[in-house]
């Protein structure tokens, strides 16, 4: 999303005039320019201004402000920076001077800055662009949750008042009536009287007491209403309260869970949860609120009972209120941060737990205990049927018990498992043609707690993101495609754990082009015609146009349970091999657009005979899984005149752990030009080996080098020619440069295979063979020739 300041700063006429009256001596708009990213990614809505408390996050805020405007200062040079540093320093000391004390205010004050900046820009543009839109909804949807926080913040005032004046109106209802007992007393006392006495003092009495009662008639009917009207606000702002949950637990939260999900996959982080529990909090605090003025208000009634539909009322009321604050305790009981979904046993992992509303509840002062269980998938099922599974478990796992901490400075109540590991697994009957690494199983994390002095006792429960158990790291691969898929195309609300069997191939492109970025940690993800070669090898296809594939699906056999055709692996294997070998050894290549790689070897033949000898290109291997290969055009030996396309044999992890991409390019004499024209040096000479320093103590280092056979040649007779090797690797020369190759002695196979693709595992190795060389005295091995 581009940053809201850029674009403030493309207004014109008065809305510009609009943004720079925002600015002045209180925050100044030098100070807006150069921290611009900075006061963007901070939370401020997370911070509520009317809440004292929240005093300490702000001056955390004005603090970080302050340290931010130094470091900025301190990094000006230059003439005109020399300036800058002192502006920028004075600005960090007047801020500082006028803030300190209030640092709320200075919260006040950016919020609203920003707010009015993302006003002027949806208005000048309408909201044409997808910028703006997004910027739109996001800034309307959290405005909408603070109006509707304000509206409840009103309303439970208003019915605070209310209570308190009921409470007021039936102290002085029960005066009245104590008053007409009295009197009641008094004229019951005119019996023991002679009847003169009594005629003298009854009518007033009686007179008195008609005229408490007629009040006390009237003042009932009143009180009753009073109730009846507090119980009907009550009930408008359990709805409200209701309604604003309900966009907060299921759809904010419910959203983030679904982008920790997709995180999984390699997808952005999910974000923090600083501000969804600063939403939860004020929701508790409201709930609360009004819990105890539904409970003050039941008092009052058994204080004056009054016959009429109050007590019925109130029950409903009281019901409702608990439901609610027990949906907001049990679903902010969430996971932050998930346990490894391919989980390996006997090894370490960890997860925390946290609960949003534990600060604002009171449930830290005396911290509850959470403790971690792995069930699988049907006792997940039946765990949500509420369904009694007798505590039980699939598995043991040690450091399971973890109570949970308070930290004051950021108000967060949660759980480390810092140290868990899973030390036994109990499968259950697989069905059909499921694998181990198709079971899930899931950590369920349970605590007990009890909130406002012991009142309500709650039971919660969360289950973690599916887990794939495995005991040997063989098992990965699979695991991870099981995992990749749930976490992908898994739906909101689903039962543990169903997925769709089949997906849309485009729905599996995005999938995979996230999980490739992920773990290439790359930008530069799949582009469109990669994806085509992907579908071509997933439906055994040789159709080059997109749209051929759009509507295609593909299932979770094609996936990875069924082999491509020809070969013992399957897609998801194949794919997930080339991610492994990028990742670890082919990254900056990939990122430099060195590798083309999703290229099949006759579309390289194609491609590469348009071109001169020696231009190359690297593809990845359609035979072995986690392979590379080289290919490139050059004379057939066979036939004067004739050129032909080479294949080496493919490079994989341990060819790369004996020697880099970057070096056997450069130890290859006849590679001249990276696919399409561009010099082999230009591409990779900043990744090639330095050369070793001279010998020490007479001792020469070792070094091994790729060689191949001298393909230029006509078909050589081994006992007649020696083929020659080159030992050191040279991208083009000028004419009049010589260099000089070692010459090796001929090797007894055969080394090119019909299709004209270099074997080398069927020659000799080439680490072996150096070493041999290197073993040989020095003075006969490398008399006369160049170092």
Not at 376 to 402: D, P, V, W, Y
Request: proline share 5%; aromatic share 8%.
């Amino acid at each position: 999303m581009m940053a809201v300041w850029i674009q403030a700063q493309q207004l014109q006429g008065d809305a510009l005039h609009q943004m720079q009256s925002l600015y002045g001596q209180h925050f100044p708009i030098e100070v807006r320019h150069y921290l611009s990213q900075w006061i963007e990614s901070q939370l401020w809505d997370a911070i509520d201004l009317e809440n004292p408390q929240e005093e300490f996050k702000a001056k955390r805020l004005l603090d970080s402000l302050i340290q931010e405007l130094q470091n900025k200062a301190e990094h000006q040079v230059g003439e005109d920076g020399f300036l800058l540093k002192i502006k920028l320093g004075h600005y960090a000391n007047q801020l500082k001077s006028t803030y300190d004390r209030c640092p709320l205010e200075l919260v006040r004050c950016i919020k609203h800055i920003l707010y009015t900046e993302q006003r002027l820009i949806r208005e000048a543009t309408n909201s044409s662009s997808p910028v703006g839109g997004m910027m739109d909804s996001m800034s309307q949807k959290y405005q909408q949750i603070n109006q509707a926080f304000e509206e409840l913040r009103l309303l439970t005032q208003d019915t605070e008042n209310d209570l308190r004046k009921l409470q007021h109106n039936q102290e002085y209802f029960i005066i009245q009536y104590q008053e007409s007992l009295r009197i009641q007393a008094q004229l019951s006392s005119l019996a023991t009287l002679p009847p003169s006495d009594r005629q003298l003092r009854e009518p007033a009495l009686l007179s008195k007491r008609a005229t408490v009662e007629a009040w006390l008639t009237r003042e009932a009917n009143t009180l009753q209403k009073y109730r009846l009207d507090l119980a009907e606000k009550h009930q408008k702002t359990l709805q409200l309260l209701r309604k604003q949950q309900t966009i907060i637990l299921d759809d904010e939260l419910i959203q983030w869970k679904r982008r920790q999900q997709l995180a999984g996959n390699g997808g952005p982080p999910e974000g923090g949860l600083d501000i969804l529990q600063s939403w939860c909090e004020k929701l508790a605090e409201t709930i609360w609120q009004n819990r105890q003025q539904i409970r003050r208000a039941e008092h009052l009634r058994q204080q004056l009972p009054i016959p009429g539909p109050i007590e019925e009322l109130l029950n409903e009321l009281n019901s409702t209120i608990t439901d609610i604050i027990s949906a907001l305790v049990t679903s902010t009981f969430i996971i932050e941060k998930q346990p490894p979904q391919v989980l390996k046993t006997q090894t370490k992992f960890a997860a925390t737990v946290r609960l949003l509303v534990g600060g604002k509840l009171n449930v830290h002062m005396n911290p509850p205990q959470v403790k971690a269980t792995i069930i699988s998938e049907q006792q997940a099922k039946a765990l949500l049927k509420n369904e009694n599974t007798r505590n039980e478990s699939s598995g043991e796992i040690l450091n399971n018990n973890c109570v949970m901490e308070y930290h004051q400075t950021t108000g967060t109540l949660s759980a480390h498992f810092r140290n868990m590991s899973l030390k036994r697994i109990k499968r259950s009957d697989r069905r059909g043609a499921e694998s181990v690494t198709e079971e899930k199983f899931t950590i369920l994390f349970e605590s007990q707690f009890s909130v406002g002095s012991n009142e309500l006792v709650f039971q919660v429960k969360t289950l973690s993101l599916p887990v794939v158990v495995i005991v040997h790291g063989s098992q990965d691969n699979n695991a991870t495609a099981t995992v990749l898929w749930d976490n992908a195309f898994a739906e909101a609300g689903r039962v543990p754990f169903l997925v769709p069997d089949k997906v849309l191939w485009p729905q599996l492109c995005e999938a995979i082009n996230m999980k490739y970025k992920a773990e290439v940690q790359s930008n530069k993800g799949l582009s469109e015609e990669n994806l085509v070669f992907l579908a071509q090898k997933a439906f055994s296809s040789s159709s080059n146009n997109p749209d051929d594939y759009r509507s295609m699906t593909m299932t979770w056999s094609q996936f990875n349970r069924e082999s491509l055709p020809g070969r013992n692996f399957t897609f998801w294997q194949w794919f997930d091999g080339v991610m492994e070998l990028t990742k670890k050894h082919l990254k900056p290549h990939w990122n430099d657009g060195a590798i083309l790689g999703f290229v099949n070897k006759q579309q390289a033949q194609d491609m590469l005979m348009s071109k001169p000898n020696g231009t190359f290109l690297l593809r990845f291997s359609d035979s072995e899984i986690g392979g590379i290969t080289i290919a490139w055009v050059a004379e057939n030996p066979n036939k004067a005149g004739e050129r032909m396309v080479w294949n080496l044999m493919p490079y994989t992890t341990k060819d790369f752990s004996i020697r880099s991409l970057a070096d056997r390019i450069s130890d290859l004499n006849h590679l001249l030009f990276l696919y399409p024209d561009r010099p082999k040096d230009e591409v990779f000479a900043k990744y090639y080996t330095p050369p070793l320093s001279k010998a020490v103590d007479g001792y020469v280092k070792p070094q091994i080098r790729q060689v191949v056979p001298d393909f230029a040649t006509a078909n050589p007779d081994p006992a007649s020619v020696n083929p020659s090797y080159m030992d050191q690797g040279a991208s083009p020369a000028p004419p009049n440069h010589s260099h000089t190759y070692a010459m090796y002695p001929p090797m007894a196979d055969p080394v090119l295979d019909g299709d004209g693709d270099f074997d080398l595992d069927d020659t000799m190795d080439v680490a072996r063979h150096v070493e041999e060389l290197l073993r040989r005295p020095v003075e006969s091995q490398w008399g006369g020739q160049q170092s």
